[in-house]
């Protein structure tokens, strides 16, 4: 186990809805990162959180947001759900920014 | 583009037997690369990390070997076990103040006994 915890663990929603995925960091680490990884697929990077900043973002659309809190834990937001937004959705810690990332178990969003 | 290739895209052994996993990159600026193990529906798990000085580095019966002029970068697992059943992640770390993670496709490795 690595310290980093994700919820929920699964989730169903529908087209065009919204969704909050949460992750809380491992103990003493300030910057968190989230990933899309579809079934069969290498994680891609959505963006990064450091000190409550967004410090990086990948190729995703506006409607994925992203927020860090003062405890470093974090939330990722997704609107207007699309079906190919089904995806495993995985959150990395690290101390200090640019070392060692440690994952989180995932949460599997399924669109339908 | 920085990419990362990995190769087979999935292979399976019997227990007992070794493997060797392929990884190409074209990442720069390169900082390191590190091999993660991940279970199905679970998160990846890094296993080694080489810089570029580094040729080799070995965890268990894991090692890893890493060609900084090539770009190649392998894992050889010894005497496989079924819990050695997994897909295989090469992970390169672009320099920089986001220490931002390219990711290869992995390689999905089936143990059977």
């Known amino acids: 186990e690595t310290g980093v915890t994700q919820s929920p663990t699964h989730l169903i929603k529908t087209r065009g809805q919204q969704v909050t995925l949460r992750c809380s960091s491992q103990?003493?680490?300030?910057?968190v990162s989230w990933y899309q990884q579809a079934l069969g697929q290498g994680p891609q990077f959505i963006f990064q959180y450091y000190r409550e900043e967004e410090n990086g973002r990948g190729n995703f659309p506006p409607r994925f947001s992203g927020l860090q809190f003062p405890n470093y834990s974090s939330e990722l937001n997704v609107n207007a759900l699309e079906l190919d937004d089904s995806a495993l959705y995985l959150c990395a810690s690290s101390f200090p920014v640019g070392d060692e990332q440690f994952f989180g178990p995932g949460t599997r969003l399924t669109v339908l | 583009k920085n990419q990362v290739e990995q190769s087979p895209q999935s292979l399976i052994i019997l227990e007992g037997k070794n493997c060797t996993l392929q990884?190409?990159?074209?990442?720069?600026?390169?900082?390191?690369l590190r091999w993660y193990k991940q279970d199905t529906g679970r998160g990846p798990v890094s296993l080694t990390i080489?810089?570029?000085?580094?040729n080799t580095k070995s965890n268990g019966r894991y090692t890893a070997t890493l060609d900084a002029d090539t770009k190649q970068s392998s894992l050889h697992i010894t005497a496989s076990q079924l819990s050695d059943s997994a897909s295989y992640i090469c992970v390169v770390t672009l320099s920089g103040n986001t220490g931002k993670l390219i990711f290869g496709q992995g390689t999905t490795l089936q143990v059977k006994p």
């Open positions: 990884c190409n990159y074209t990442v720069s600026p390169f900082s390191n």
């Open positions: 080489m810089t570029f000085s580094e």
């Open positions: 103990s003493g680490h300030n910057t």
